[in-house]
């Protein structure tokens, strides 16, 4: 049967050769070379797992056929499943066929951007002129002042420029993105737990979340940031496994063949440069020029990163591994990320930085040339201070926001999906705008960023399961896992007196479909366990999945902004706040 997590890369405390009983190593001596257990190769890079042959037994299968099955179903399984994500994001992406939300800034920064360099101050009718003109709207000329840097807005104008200035063009590479993203999290899991059907499960769960379907068919900046922290913990992971190989490559071979620790080689080794990694630098880069907040996920990552650099070379056998680790990979780990994060994040103003200095450039652009004029400062160029000016000026607005909104919420109640963010609401009578000729009364036609309540629910017990068994069993997936989670999370409980909002969450949905995963892993039993364990691990694990589909179904007319009967919408607001 398929292994679950909580069966791999937890051999810990294994004896090496040199703690082994005299006899065991006395055996030798009489021939007897079969390889130990233990051995320092898998603790480092762990096997992935296969289903075992009782399974292709059951279903009929030859071994060739099996064989063949395994090697597709790595890549098979995870572009399955995107599929299906991909088909319901893509579905009617158009509708509703209006600026909804936020969209009603950022729709219109991205056609300023991608076509000036710089976000430009639109008309109060400007919304209406859109929709009803099919795009075809002039565009300002004058700079308007935004909060947020330029990289997302790039995302959304680039399927403006490709489909067109209309709720589809808007939509679609924020549709994209969080297709890729379910692709991303398939194989993020798999990787994690060396597991294909958990990594397939983990993405599975994403595709049917509500918050991260709604996310994805609206061109807000937070589903872009979501994919590229994503990215970002997938490059980490790569380089994790890659790094740790090379190091257990570099090991000795004792007599029979077995990879062993050796401290000589752990406190010497050098892991190149480690090509991942800059990736990852290069993902949270434009994470951070999506949306600063991207900038505690640099600093969480950065720290998990060297951790894990520090467990290979105690595994390999180094005496002092945290003094091994600063002399050999901190300076290149910190070259591969703060650095080209900062420049990624600068080359993102680029439009900003070419536009004109004589005040019909960019919000700001021309600061140091006129109100910016004398101080201290002054030796450094006039585009430089220009754009600190303008980063100060956006700090100071972040911190200082707190203007009441009927839809802002603590982030203590984010994870029990307390208040929700409703985007669209109309209430067409029936026979109008796809409401039944039969209702009886009014419709209701909302589209609400809210999460699959069992799936988010669910979720709270997961984090206490992921806590738990980083905290005591020191699993090293737990702890990636609570990582991504309080990096997208733990912040906002410093800007509770701030207005926010629930659908700031999306950052973290991966990481709550992984810590589920990794639940619904340890549910299903490990793999040496009895016939009755499984069936009842898999009915109970089973039970769970189809539960939190179908309540993915049932909140569907919410999540799309399909007319249904007021009775029908009132029978779905299962919490008051929800309202």
């Not at 991303?184 to 899991?189: D, M, T, V, Y």
């Not at 991504?484 to 999306?506: K, M, N, S």
Request: proline residues 6%; aromatic residues 14%; contains cysteine.
């Amino acid at each position: 049967m398929t292994s679950t997590a909580s069966s791999t890369d937890t051999r810990q405390g294994q004896a090496t050769e040199d703690q082994q009983p005299s006899w065991q190593r006395r055996l030798r001596d009489f021939g007897y070379t079969a390889r130990p257990a233990s051995d320092v190769r898998d603790r480092l890079v762990p096997p992935f797992s296969e289903p075992g042959p009782r399974l292709w037994t059951a279903i009929g299968l030859r071994p060739v056929v099996a064989d063949r099955l395994v090697r597709w179903s790595a890549w098979g399984g995870p572009l399955l499943v995107t599929l299906l994500a991909g088909l319901l994001r893509f579905w009617n992406l158009g509708s509703p066929k209006a600026v909804i939300f936020d969209e009603t800034y950022y729709a219109k920064d991205a056609w300023a951007i991608v076509h000036h360099g710089f976000e430009a101050n639109w008309a109060k009718d400007a919304n209406d002129l859109i929709i009803q003109h099919h795009g075809q709207v002039p565009i300002p000329t004058d700079a308007a002042y935004v909060v947020h840097p330029p990289v997302g807005k790039y995302v959304i104008g680039l399927g403006e420029l490709i489909f067109g200035f209309d709720p589809f063009g808007w939509r679609f590479m924020t549709a994209l993105l969080g297709t890729l993203s379910v692709l991303l999290l398939c194989r993020i899991g798999r990787r994690l737990f060396r597991s294909t059907f958990l990594g397939c499960l983990a993405g599975a769960l994403l595709a049917v979340d509500g918050l991260h379907f709604v996310m994805s068919r609206t061109s807000l900046l937070d589903g872009v940031l979501q994919f590229f922290v994503l990215a970002a913990f997938g490059c980490l992971l790569l380089d994790r496994d890659r790094s740790r190989a090379r190091l257990a490559a570099a090991l000795p071979e004792d007599a029979d063949g077995r990879i062993r620790p050796d401290a000589y080689t752990a406190d010497t080794a050098r892991l190149g440069w480690r090509p991942w990694r800059w990736a990852a630098g290069l993902m949270l880069g434009l994470a951070i020029g999506t949306k600063w907040n991207g900038l505690y996920v640099l600093a969480a990552f950065c720290v998990m990163t060297v951790l894990w650099d520090v467990g290979a070379r105690r595994v390999a056998g180094a005496r002092l591994p945290y003094l091994t680790v600063l002399k050999r990979d901190l300076g290149l780990a910190f070259l591969a990320t703060v650095p080209v994060a900062l420049v990624t994040y600068l080359a993102s103003w680029t439009g900003w930085l070419l536009s004109p200095t004589d005040g019909t450039g960019g919000y700001f652009r021309d600061w140091a040339a006129t109100d910016g004029k004398g101080g201290f400062w002054t030796f450094l160029p006039d585009w430089l201070r220009s754009l600190w000016h303008y980063e100060y000026e956006v700090f100071e607005f972040h911190v200082g926001l707190s203007s009441p909104h009927t839809y802002q919420s603590n982030p203590w109640s984010w994870l029990v999906t307390s208040r929700p963010v409703s985007y669209f609401y109309e209430s067409p009578s029936p026979g109008q705008d796809g409401c039944p000729a039969n209702a009886g009364g009014k419709c209701a036609r909302e589209v609400l960023a809210l999460g699959t309540p069992l799936l988010w629910w669910a979720a709270c017990l997961a984090l206490l399961y992921v806590l738990w068994r980083w905290a005591f069993r020191r699993d090293w997936r737990a702890g990636a896992i609570a990582c991504g989670v309080a990096a997208g999370y733990l912040p906002w409980f410093l800007y509770q007196e701030r207005t926010i909002f629930y659908f700031y969450a999306v950052v973290f949905v991966p990481f709550l479909c992984l810590a589920v995963a990794m639940l619904i892993g340890t549910v299903l039993g490990p793999p040496n366990a009895d016939e009755r364990r499984r069936v009842v691990g898999a009915a109970g694990a089973g039970v769970l999945v189809l539960l939190i589909a179908w309540n993915f179904i049932y909140f569907w007319p919410l999540y799309t902004g399909r007319a249904i009967p007021i009775d029908s919408w009132r029978a779905r607001m299962w919490l008051d706040t929800w309202v």
